[in-house]
Structures are given as C-alpha cells and as structure tokens.
C-alpha cells in the first residue's frame, strides 16, 4: 500500500488490521476456552482467598461429594464458553463478511 501511495496507519488500518482479526479472535477464544478449564495452575497457585473454577469444581465432586453442584457448575461453564465462542464467531461474521469460511 505504501508504493500505491497510501500512508503507514491507512495501510495497516485498511490492510493489516482486517488480516489480523480473524486470528486474534482465534487466539482470544482459545486462551479464554483454557483459562476455565485449567485446574493445575490455580491449584498450585491458587489461595483460599479467590478460588477459581475448576479446582472448586473439583473439590465440590471429590472432597464434598456433592456430584450435582460440581455438574452445574461445570455445565454453566461450558455453557459460557460455548455462548463467547458462538458470540465472537457471529461478531467476526458480521464485522468482516468477506472471512466467511468456504463451505
């Protein structure tokens, strides 16, 4: 763009921009997708204090024994992470149609 005359921010606004967002919606959908489902590294790193998802799921199964609350709570949060990656899907679609997967 820039030997056709454009400048440097309208090349990588018009150019770049538009290439990219497709992959860092891809990368923003699986990072938050792990990030929930991890149990190790809050487990070892984790306090009391702010539990996070899964090592409470977990401790709601294997140390309370409460196998309905820990599949509630690991139903809704597959439900979340299904509805952003079904949201951000629809929002790539909508934002740029020309990405549109081939069928």
Not at 2 to 20: E, F, K, N, Q, T
């Amino acid at each position: 763009s820039a030997s056709l005359g454009a400048s440097r921010w309208y090349g990588w606004r018009r150019i770049v921009l538009p290439m990219a967002i497709p992959g860092m919606v891809a990368g923003t959908q699986l990072v938050f997708a792990g990030v929930l489902s991890d149990y190790v590294l809050p487990s070892l790193t984790g306090t009391t204090r702010f539990p996070m998802v899964a090592p409470v799921i977990f401790y709601e199964a294997a140390t309370n024994g409460a196998w309905a609350t820990a599949s509630a709570m690991g139903t809704l949060v597959l439900a979340v992470v299904a509805l952003f990656l079904i949201i951000s899907s629809l929002a790539v679609r909508r934002l740029m149609p020309w990405q549109r997967a081939v069928q």
